[in-house]
């Protein structure tokens, strides 16, 4: 770091603090033109940048190459195991081998970031903690307040709010003995500790902020996934959400997976009162997010029937206490029977479904079990409008310029 920037006679001198060594930089740039340039500088030499967002495309492609070397830690460990306690001993077996001075430990840092995910520790805060513990401590505090502003050691502190920002996107929220690490390593005013302090504001109030919270580490099992997926869907509190699996309860299927069907007994009372004339739609799949997971559902669905409750007026705040006087007009309105909340204007839902590969199979399996719960239901034809995964556009392999499509 520079702490000590001179004007000569046609070159820059600068004092390095570590080495105690006096360096100018031959070059046209004066002390005005100097507020717009950087200096990166090591023991063996000074390189300057004229523009603040460009750098050397030569040192990118060094760093790159670093990380890549830097990863090769944890590739060996991948092929014994992926797990926490693999991905730390690659940790431990860096700190083994560069010993005291951690050398390239940024470059590390984004390599074992860049392999969280593959080990499953995205989200663990631990290993976070054991990250941020490759820093060297107490050397990269600042000592005024030129140092704080102007970011005292800028690279590890953005590797610093790298990890920070990593936790906040994955919903890792920090903890005192994180702060407490960053503390030690680069104090209390650089602006990673801040990153830390608004994450501790905020996060939580985030976190509690959601009537229905999704759990963070969600279940590996798809069949209990898909049951969570449905009962935050599901609006009726009677909703009944069943997993079947088809081999053993459907005669004659093909497609060997699971279903998970949710209906509810208002449901069910609709079906067994819906004409047999009139078809029911089975259409899909729609997709719906747990996290960073993808499911694909599908509904069994009714046209709309708005004859049976006419026009309804519905009550605001305006005319709710309106009311008409004798020399009024009168009001015309009538008495009509209340619509569920399953029949909606764009059409009725009968019933939801997640199946293991939302096939065409899979879903006629559906159809077949619910046709043990609802009597009425073998009597009314059912009419497939689904977009299955089987369907969507696929590149063909052979095709040399990669244009056609398979629809």
């Known amino acids: 770091m520079m702490n000590r920037l001179g004007r000569c006679i046609g070159s820059l001198a600068l004092q390095c603090r570590s080495c105690k ?14 507020r717009q340039s950087i200096y990166h500088h090591t023991c063996r030499g000074i ?10 495309k030569d040192i990118e492609e060094v760093e790159k190459r670093q990380i890549m070397k830097e990863g090769q830690y944890f590739e060996q460990i991948a092929k014994v195991a992926k797990n926490r306690e693999a991905f730390q001993e690659a940790v431990m077996r860096y700190k083994t081998r560069q010993g005291v001075y951690h050398r390239g430990h940024v470059e590390f840092i984004y390599a074992a970031m860049d392999k969280m995910t593959m080990f499953n520790v995205h989200k663990d805060l631990e290993v976070y903690k054991t990250i941020m513990k490759i820093f060297p401590e107490d050397k990269m505090v600042p000592t005024s307040v030129w140092q704080v502003e102007f970011q005292h050691y800028p690279k590890q502190q953005n590797c610093m709010i790298d990890i920070l920002e990593k936790m906040e996107y994955n919903s890792v929220i920090p903890d005192d003995e994180t702060g407490k690490i960053i503390k030690k390593i680069f104090g209390t005013k650089v602006h990673a500790f801040r990153k830390y302090q608004r ?3 905020w996060m939580p109030k985030f976190k509690n902020a959601n009537p229905y ?18 009962k935050r869907m599901a609006v009726d509190k009677e909703n009944i959400v069943t997993v079947h699996q088809t081999e053993e309860e459907v005669e004659s299927c093909i497609d060997d997976t699971f279903v998970a069907s949710a209906q509810s007994t208002i449901q069910r009372a609709l079906i067994n009162g819906h004409p047999t004339d009139k078809p029911l739609f089975v259409e899909g799949g729609y997709k719906v997010w747990m996290r960073e997971k993808c499911l694909n559902y599908f509904v069994l669905k009714a046209d709309p029937v708005l004859e049976k409750y ?3 007026e519905q009550r605001t705040d305006d005319n709710w206490f309106e009311w008409n006087m004798f020399t009024g007009e009168k009001d015309q309105s009538e008495i009509a029977e209340a619509r569920s909340m399953h029949e909606q204007d764009e ?3 009968l019933a939801m479904c997640i199946t293991g590969s939302s096939s065409k199979d899979s879903l006629i399996s559906w159809i077949k079990l619910l046709q043990l719960s609802n009597p009425n239901l073998p009597h009314i034809p059912v009419v497939f ?18 244009d056609l499509v398979n629809i």
């Open 347 to 349: 059409g009725t839902i």
């Open 21 to 34: 060594l006096s360096h100018r930089i031959p070059s046209q740039i004066n002390i005005a033109q100097s």
């Open 47 to 56: 390189t300057t940048t004229q523009q603040l967002n460009m750098r050397d």
């Open 310 to 312: 006419g026009h309804v």
């Open 385 to 402: 409008a689904i977009r299955t995964p089987e369907s969507e556009l696929e590149t063909i392999e052979d095709d040399p310029h990669g």
């Open 199 to 201: 994450m501790m504001y």
């Open 213 to 230: 919270p999704v759990p963070l580490h969600l279940p590996e099992d798809e069949s209990e996934l898909a049951i969570l997926a449905l």
